[in-house]
Every structure is written in C-alpha cells, then in structure tokens.
C-alpha cells in the first residue's frame, strides 16, 4: 500500500487534489481511498488530506502515520505543522516551490504549482488552483499515469485550463 | 374550489365526540369540514380536538384525520401537502390546531411551513390556554386572566400570533369566532380558493377554561367582538378589511367590563389590569382602522 | 457504473435511484452533503423528488411522517443532534408504520461540541421500532440505502430503516463506488394504511389501556418478521448485482478462539488486525455486526469475545457489549474506544486482543479497567 498524506490551506483544493489522485489510480486499475482530516472548516486553515493507492481493497480508515510521500502546496503550513512528521525514512516530499528546496533524509521534488496556475490564468476568488496541476507532477514522479490524471481532470472539470496545467506541471517538475 | 353560498346540511362530525357542554371547537369543526368538503385531511396535533375525536376503536370524524405530536403538525402538513400536490391531488390540507400548538410549541414549524408557501390552510381555535391539559396559561391567554400556572391572573399580554402570521406574508389569513359560524364557513371556503398557506384564527370560547355556563358559549364570543377584545378581519394578499360586526363595534363597543364580568378567569381582576387591556384594544383598532384607511 | 464518491454521495446516488417522492431534510455535519446533493438533484432534475428545506429535523421527521402516509416513498438524513431532536417523531414514524428511510451518519453528541464519529446517537434510538444497520464501506453505503427501501416497504414489515455511516471516516472518505440500475428490484410502495378520503380514517387516535398495547406487540412482531424479509432481500439484491450482504460480515471467524465484535468502519479496519494476530500465531477472527435492530443471532459459540463499542450507555456499560451478553449469556471483554472520533488504528485494534481479560470493561485512553 501506497500512503500519500496532503498539506495545504482551506480553500486550496487540498481535499480535491485528495479525490482526483485517488480517481486516477481507480483509471490506473488500483484500489484508491482518499480523505480529508476536518475540523471546523475555514479559509486559509492548515488542511490534511490523506490518500492510499493499493493493489487490494483497503481496510485502513485510521489516520495515515508513516506515509511514503508527503505533498505540501502551501509551503507557509510548515511554520506551524510538521508536515515530515511520520513519514518513511528515504520517502518522497513534493512540494510547491519556485526554487528548490531539501530535506534531509527524503527525497525531495519541487514544482512551481502557483506560478504555473497564475501563467494558465487558473485562478478562482483570487486563489491560483493548485489541485490540477499538482497531478501532473505526481503523475511524473509516477505515482499514477498520465492519462489516467488527464480522464481524472476532465472528469470533474470542463476547463481545459486544468489539464494544460497539469501537463506544465509534469514538464517542469524538478526532479 | 367553488364557492357556495348555502351552508351544505351534511355533517362530517358524526355522533360520540367527547367534547365538553358548550365546546366551541366541535361546533367550529362542523362548519370547518362543510366548507372544505370530503377531499380533506384534517392534521391535528395534541389539543382538545385529539380527545374530541373519540376514543379508539370509534371516530366521531367523517374526513380522515392525522393525528400528530403536539410540535409537528404544521411540518406534518407541509410534507402531506407536498406529497399530495407531487401525486397531482388537490386534497384540502387542513391543520386544525390549538393555541398551545399554535403560539407556543407550534409555531416554528408554523413559520417554517409558511416560510416555505406550503400549500395548506392552517386554523387555530384558540381558547385562550392550554385546554386539554387542565387549562395552563399559553402565549395566547390574555393579561389579567387566570388559569391554573397564573393562578392570580396572567401578568404578560397575548401573543399577537395575526402579526406574526401577517409578517409571513400569506396570500390569505383571516380571524373569526364560533359564535359566527356563518363567517366561519365564508372564511374557510374562502381560504381554501388560494394556493399556499392560508391562517384563519378563530376565537373558542371554552367553558371550562373561561369558567363560564355551558350554554352561553355563542354569548361569550359575541361579547368578545362587541367589545373590540376581538376583531372580525380578513387579509387578502395584505390588504385588510374589517368586517361588519367589528366595524359595528368599532363605533359603538360595549364596556369590556361587559365581556370579563361573566367569565370567572377574569375574577377578582384589578382596574389598572383592566385599564391596559382597554388601552391595548383602543391601540389594535386604531392600528387596524388606520391599515385599512391606508391605500 | 464506476466512479469514486464519498459515503454521502453513495447514499445520495442510492436515493437518485430510489426515488421517493419527498425528500425533508436539515442540514447538520456530517451529513450536509448528502441534503446539498439532493437538493442538486432536485433542482437539476435528476431527481423528480420533491424536497422541503423544512425549519428542523423534529419539522424533518414530521413532514415525512405527514408524506408517507399519504402512500409515498420519504426520505431524509441527519447526525447526533439533529437525530435527538427528531427523537419524539422517530418514536412517531414507527408506532405510525411507516416505511420511512432514514440515513444517520454517526457523530458524538454534545456538549462540547463533537463532530467526529460515534454510535451513541443511533444507539440511543434503538428502543423506538426503527430497523437499523450500520455500514462500513462507500458501496456498502450505496447498497445498503437501496435495500433499506425494499425491506422497509414489505408488507410483512412497514417500520422505518435507518442506515448509518460513521462521521467522517466514512461519510467524507472517497472510495469506489458501483452505481445499479435497480429496475423492479425496489418495488413500488403499497402502503394498506395510506390516507384515503374515499375511506375517512382517524389514525393514531386516542387509543385506551384495553387497546393499545397490542399495537405495540404489532411493531415488536413485525421486526421479527423483519428478519427474514432482510434475508431475502440481502440475497436477492446479491443474485441481481453480485455483492452479498448478511446480518454480519465475518473475517476468519469459523476456526477463531477469539472473535473482535464490532460495527461500522472499526470493523473493517478490524480485518487489518486479525491479519497481524494471525501471525502472531493468534487465532482471531473479525464479527463487523451489521444490523443492530432487529439484533441477529450471533454464531460465538465457543469463542472469546472482545467487544469494542463505539458509544456507551452511562451507568449501565457498552450498548453493543450488553447485548452480546444478553443473547450468548457469556462474559465478554468490553472495549469502550473511538468515542467522539478518537483514533483507533489497526495496531490499537489487535492490541484490544492481545490484552483481553474476559468479563472486565476497558476505556481505551483512560486506562482504566473496570
């Protein structure tokens, strides 16, 4: 089993990232369940989202505690969560960052989600889409396929603009 | 619906009730279910009429009849319209409830029902306390009127239920009495013409309650109207029209001792009590003579 | 057809295909989704429903109660408080018979406010005459909503159906889901008692000492006919669409010496934890009880039982435990854990087996054995 945990901020599409992930590895003939962890629901409070990818159903609803890659697309969430807690020695962090950035121990990839979402013009009540393109970059890493993300985003958006992010995405991802 | 202008003879109100001597709630619902006709349900949440109907396995009720809990009858009413309205039926509606059931314990649902233009007509009889249960007071008992949780006369005005109703802005709502069952009749016929929720507040003198003899029941309700205590009215889609007798009272109204003095709530009430009922009545009809000047 | 949703949208999903005729419902989380999404349906004329945004959940009831005897499919759904403030009108749509279907996703009840998930709110409605089951999984979410429809609609059982889905770990989680054609598998509703004004009847009338309590043995009598009409229906529902459901759902239980009773998502997760005690040389099997009324015979002859309760009945022990007991007339091990959402994971799970003491009571974080 595959566990992927989320960082981001209400209102980020966080939870969306979440189910369009899970819904490429269901296109990628895997078992998938995605979750957010809620509180109360506010803009701009850190969110966790929780996804696990597995060749079997999965029978696992409790929190994800050692994931194998953790997604961060705010990177201002770290200044108050320890979003490495938890996760595998040797594991993946892909986080949204125009320059690159390292963390010891893991295997540390960065992608310019926002500016890539400002450059597509993706952006909804002033906030960059963050969801869409983070895809692209995790298909890259190949935690799923590409063209199962492309069916994934066209199945939840009629914007085009979402998968030509997506694609920027799995250019530009540093590995 | 047609209107009609003769009183139908047949009864929907059959014999073994088991309404007290003098009740104005059995007499009401005769006139209630001649006007609405047999393609009626009545929903009645606890009240008077719950018992009225008789004791299982008899019926005095020739309408079927929903009871419900004593909150839930203007929901209960909302989601039976509604259904009834999405089966393409054009079964009357009817919630025929208390003041308890009304004023107090009814009235979110009431204002939810209304809130929402159900299609139904919503009656209260008010009898001016909680009836069924021994006669405690209610939010539609008036100052200065004992009952057995005001035992030395209730010191809070009644709830003006008509302005809250009116608020909602219903396409009809209209206030009558059993002493007029003539107007009772018009009224509900009348309401039942329009689509959405309609009010009709009929005033039940209660013998029991009011401690007054059983056979002067019709008595007690004129009085109330002669002495402006309570007024005969219809809105239409907001525009308000007294009725005769009202307007009658409203030039030439009886002393309200006249209306409290034969009723034993009203006992041993003081003149300054007294004075500010007749001050709140002065106050109501000029308020009404003034809105229905108004253009 | 395949797709991914939510346990609130796979009951939402379930009620698109069932199509009753009123939909009254409020809105409280966790189970706002599944209103919003019919409402959408509605208003998008998916679903040919019509749907009251009434005032409350005690109006919610109320307006089923009032829709469904004039003969029709009614449907709403709620959460802890929402569930307790319709408790006066639960009692009213059972002791009514009508066929209501009521989708509950569990959460703790207040005070201090506690949205997470917790059995405390259905099992506090277990006394009323509603038949009531408890999934685990989206597509069970999705399956069990269609059934609960044909069961409660029988003629041999006309009471309402509560299906419950734990807050958040499963009404908010996202998982495949499976959608059917139902075709005639949901029957159209006959309700004998519907209001007809051919045929004025009083209903639920002043009914005196010498009376009324055979109409109460009437409930009793057909939740036990229930049981079968449920069987049946389980069994029909996995000819037609190939998943099967029973009163339980049994991991390697036939050779266990323990078995872990418990009832929603911890029971899945449960699954987990036999597989590690397995390992470990420990032979335990999982029990996920389903149905809680009408409560099934449990197959725990000759095993240990660790139950773990989701809820509690103060004063008196786990609600899940005391019945277990009540029925095998055995001590079992009583787990209080996963109250107001507190996190249980497979690992807390397989420990409950490894430190059993038959006939004590625990409360998982408080350390105390009873």
Known sequence: ?175 | MDIIAEIPKEEYVKKCTSACAGCSSSLNLRYVLKAAGPDTVLVVPACCTSVIQGIYPNTAMNVPVYNVAFAAAAACASGMSNAFRQAGKKTNVIVYAGDGGTLDIGIQAMSGAFERGTDFLYICYDNEAYGNTGMQRSGGTPMGARTTTTPTGKTDAKKDIDAIIAAHDPPYMATTCSAYPQDVFKKVQKALTFRGPTFIHILAPCPPGWRYPTEKTIEMGKLAVKSGMWVLYEREYGKLTINAPSKAAMKKPIPLEEYLAPQGRFKGIDAKTVEILKQRIQKNLQRLAAEEAAP | MKKIATGNKAVAEAIKQANPAVVAAYPITPQTEIVETIADYVTSGQLASRYIPVESEHSAMAACIGASVTGVRTFTATSSHGLLYMHEMTNWAAGARLPIVMANVNRALGPGWNIWAEHTDALQERDTGWLQVYVATVQEAYDATLMAFVIAEHNDVLLPVMVNLDGFSLSHIMQPLDTVEPGDFIPPLHLPHAIDPKNPTSYGGLTGPNDYFRFRWDIERSMRDSVKVIDATQKEFAKRFGRSYGFTDDYRCEDADVVLVSMGTFGKEAEVAIDILRKEGIKAGSMRLRWFRPFPHLDLAGKEIVVVDRDYSFGSGGILAHEIKAQTKKDVYSVIAGIGGQEVTYDDLADFVRKRRMGTEFWFGVNTNV
């Open chain 1, 1 to 175: 089993m595959f566990e992927i945990r989320i960082h981001s901020r209400g209102g980020q599409g966080g939870v969306t990232a979440a189910r369009l992930l899970a819904m490429a590895a269901l296109h990628d003939g895997k078992y998938a369940t995605a979750c957010p962890f809620y509180g109360a629901e506010r803009r701009g409070a850190p969110v966790v989202s929780f996804v696990r990818i597995d060749d079997h159903p999965i029978k696992v609803y409790s929190q994800i505690r050692d994931p194998d890659l953790v997604v961060v697309l705010d990177a201002s969430v770290m200044d108050t969560i320890d979003v490495l807690n938890g996760l595998k020695k040797g594991g993946n962090v892909l986080i949204n960052s125009a320059h690159k950035q390292e963390f010891a121990g893991f295997v540390t990839r960065n992608v310019d989600l926002t500016g890539i979402a400002l450059r597509e013009n993706l952006v909804v009540a002033g906030s960059p889409i963050l969801n869409t393109p983070v895809l692209g970059a995790l298909a890259k890493m190949g935690i799923c396929s590409a063209g199962s993300v492309k069916k994934a985003i066209r199945e939840m958006f009629s914007d085009e603009r979402n998968v030509k992010a997506a694609e920027a995405a799995y250019k530009e991802l540093i590995a």
